[in-house]
């Protein structure tokens, strides 16, 4: 296997800023021609554009002219209407915490906003949390808070969100403008489904309110809109009463039919068993590309799941919780047996655990924090997220699993597999899922060193290519396709729509041009 590497962020500082002297050329435009308030809130240093031009996928570097550093709404409406203006308009991106994949919140020679800094400037009102009816507690956040800062807002009044996101240090704004899903999908819909309002700024510089009754044209476009039709500055959130617990399961299969017949029967329920289905239904793999995370089971059972998976190959791991507080405390276990009964999981094969709310949904950041000491967050993540149909899972279990991640000398990273349930979606949204009832996503969640960058991202395109020869109808989701067609195609029937959004909320095409969407290819 070859060995990783990583390359210092000093060199990496000293070649962007080379790239910057290279790569930015004298415009017309140049930030410090903009009108004289604006300009001062412009930055374009080498550290800000430094940070502006990578993010978490770190495979992508585009050097933007200038990083604005917003102090209020207004000043997002009027750069965007100086840019609006001029013979020849630069493009602008909005930037949360950079954790796109492929640069989708760069703009090459253009502006990129800190969408962070706002929060520097709310003096307390980045999250609102409030009572009214008929809507019942909600939270007015900005949309440049992030989810983590919601959790701990909305839990101190004994509150929550419905729909979470595996990953709770993104932005508001960055989730809402792709879907943001989970294990819990299937159950409570991606966030883009619970939001009662938004407060956008427009292509056009408007700053507009907007709902699925008010301006709602605009409140479909820009939920799943990939930051084409506006900037997301306040999103209205529905709360709940918050669990406190949850029971945390996990159980191994050797055979893929029955691990996904046992998903596929766990997100489908009915009303009238509501207290009878889990909150959350996962799912990743354990194949045979040492080393093993075994980390959530027994120190005792590890050394028999590694026999299992050197005997399969691939073990599939079913993951589900059922959240639960002091009051369901007495009869969350009767709820989880009457839940498990009837899956077909290796005997003896299944694990539990008990844990709080928080822990769970913050789960990530603790592996975050683990592999930032050693060292190995800051490098490329080749990551590959779809959605495939119900119908051609099992294909794609035989043709990628099997005949190329299992076959393949690359180390396996993480991978999820979990289905969800169309019916939570809303069509009118600018979103884009397989045309079924049930779909899947699975993420194949690699780290790599730079020297094996190129491996995972032709094995990425092995994998679409076999899609593609296979008939196997994919979306891909927080991927960026490479040409219209291949948008046009991503799109299909909504193309149409998709397209006279854009004319009507961003005419210029100013906004998000790392999506390389409505940009001359």
């Not at 209205?236 to 998903?263: C, E, G, H, N």
């Not at 094969?349 to 709310?357: H, M, R």
Request: aromatic share 10%.
């Amino acid at each position: 296997m070859v060995k990783n590497s990583i390359v210092p962020k000093s060199f990496l500082l000293l070649l962007l800023t080379s790239l910057v002297l290279s790569q930015a050329q004298p415009q017309p435009w140049a930030p410090l021609q903009a009108p004289k308030e604006l300009a001062k809130k412009l930055n374009h240093g080498p550290n800000s554009l430094l940070l502006a031009s990578t993010d978490f996928g770190h495979t992508v570097h585009k050097i933007p002219l200038a990083v604005l550093n917003p102090t209020s709404i207004n000043d997002i409406s009027d750069l965007i209407k100086f840019s609006k203006s001029l013979p020849k308009p630069f493009t602008i991106a909005a930037r949360g915490n950079g954790h796109s994949l492929h640069g989708q919140a760069m703009a090459y020679n253009g502006i990129v906003i800190n969408m962070r800094e706002l929060n520097s400037h709310r003096n307390g009102s980045g999250i609102v949390v409030s009572w009214k009816a008929p809507l019942g507690y909600y939270a007015d956040v900005g949309g440049e808070q992030t989810w983590i800062d919601v959790l701990h807002a909305t839990l101190e009044r004994g509150l929550s969100p419905r729909s979470w996101t595996n990953y709770l240090y993104l932005t508001i704004g960055g989730t809402l403008s792709n879907a943001g899903i989970s294990g819990g999908s299937f159950r409570f819909g991606p966030q883009i489904t619970n939001v009662h309002e938004l407060d956008v700024v427009t292509g056009n510089g408007d700053i507009i309110t907007c709902s699925a009754k008010n301006n709602s044209e605009l409140f479909f476009a820009v939920l799943g809109g990939l930051g084409q039709f506006g900037i997301i500055t306040r999103a209205r959130i529905p709360l709940v009463p918050a669990p406190t617990r949850v029971k945390w399961l996990q159980m191994l299969y050797s055979d893929f039919l029955t691990f996904s017949k046992d998903q596929e029967n766990l997100i489908s329920f009915n009303k009238s068993k509501q207290n009878s289905v889990p909150d959350y239904i996962g799912g990743s793999l354990l194949l045979n590309h040492p080393p093993l995370d075994l980390s959530f089971y027994p120190v005792s059972d590890q050394p028999k799941i590694t026999s299992l998976v050197t005997r399969f190959g691939i073990i599939y791991v079913l993951e589900l919780l059922k959240y639960y507080d002091n009051g369901s405390r007495k009869i969350v276990d009767k709820e989880i047996q009457e839940i498990i009964r009837g899956l077909n999981f290796l005997p003896t094969f299944i694990y539990e655990k008990d844990a709080s709310y928080e822990q769970f949904l913050n789960r990530v950041h603790t592996e975050e924090l683990a592999l930032r000491s050693q060292g190995l967050w800051d490098r490329p993540h080749p990551w590959l997220d779809l959605f495939v149909p119900k119908s051609r899972i099992s294909d794609f279990n035989e043709g990628v699993f099997k005949g190329i991640l299992l076959k393949q000398n690359l180390t396996a990273g993480y991978s999820q597999i979990y289905p969800t349930n169309r019916s939570k979606w809303d069509g009118r949204m600018s979103a884009i899922t397989p045309d079924e009832d049930v779909f899947y996503l699975v993420s194949l969640l690699y780290t790599s060193g730079f020297d094996q960058l190129k491996a995972y991202q032709t094995q990425n395109q092995q994998i679409l290519q076999f899609c593609k020869d296979a008939g196997i109808q994919i979306k891909q989701y927080l991927s960026r396709e490479e040409t219209l067609e291949q948008w046009v195609e991503h799109f299909g029937p909504k193309w149409k729509v998709f397209e006279e959004r854009k004319a009507a909320f961003d005419p210029k095409h100013i906004l998000s041009p790392g999506q390389r969407i409505f940009i001359k290819q």
